[in-house]
């Protein structure tokens, strides 16, 4: 198993209605453009772990058997799970955080038997430019849950794409598959814009789940 231990975000605002505000927080990793960050085990556990990027790949991608394909792009690397027949667990757990903030767009892709975001953790894409192409893309062979909130009970756990104020482009595009859905304790999934301009458009919301949402 892959386990990644930090000090957890700093998000102080988790508001629908305002952009989120990471604060001071710290990355673990730092990925920069046209790189790529892939985390493959079996079992992957982020505690308080910060994740980011400007127009680089994170991929975590968690089994325990089968074959993860590896391909080159002009972007970097790029993974492919087809070839895998049983998945492992993904936790993010303490006030974990993967993001892809900035003027270029990122990718977030996680892929996984039980995929949970626990304890205010968040996945957050934040286009602040003229690029369009960001994703974050989930897919959890079981449950994808978002659930518990931060220790001043203010925050929670959040998979949020947002345009900023100077964004002249979409925002990226939330592609989430699941067997079951589990939102609890005020879980969001979000896009929204809040840019100036015409141009910076919310991206869009795509949940394909076979089973059942469960919104407690």
């Known amino acids: 198993a ?19 505000e990471i604060g001071q927080t710290s990355s673990n990793f ?5 790189q790529t960050l892939a ?10 772990s910060v994740i ?3 127009g680089g790949q994170i991929y975590l991608t968690s089994v325990t058997s089968g074959l993860v394909g590896i391909k080159r792009t002009g972007s970097g690397l790029s993974l492919s799970d087809n070839n895998i027949i049983k998945y492992q667990d993904i936790n993010l757990n ?6 892809a903030i900035g003027e270029k767009p990122g990718i977030i892709s996680l892929s996984g ?5 626990l304890n205010a953790s968040f996945i957050l894409a934040q286009n602040q430019g003229n690029l369009s192409g960001s994703s974050l893309n989930i897919k959890a062979s079981e449950f994808l849950t978002l659930s518990g909130k931060s220790p001043n009970n203010e925050i929670s756990s959040a998979i949020r794409s947002e345009v900023l104020q100077t964004g002249e482009a979409q925002g990226a595009n939330i592609i989430i598959s699941a067997q079951k859905l589990q939102l ?4 969001q999934i979000q896009t929204g814009s809040f840019s100036e301009s015409v141009n910076g458009l919310g991206g869009e919301i795509n949940i394909n789940v076979s089973d059942t949402v469960d919104l407690n």
């Open 94 to 99: 303490q006030q974990s955080l993967i993001n």
């Open 113 to 117: 038997k039980n995929i949970n975001l």
């Open 39 to 48: 985390l493959v085990g079996n079992g992957i556990d982020l505690n308080g």
């Open 184 to 187: 609890r304790d005020q879980g």
């Open 30 to 34: 730092s990925i920069s453009s046209n």
């Open 2 to 20: 892959i386990t990644v231990n930090g000090s957890g975000n700093q998000i102080t605002n988790s508001s629908t209605l305002s952009p989120i």
């Open 52 to 54: 980011s990027t400007e």
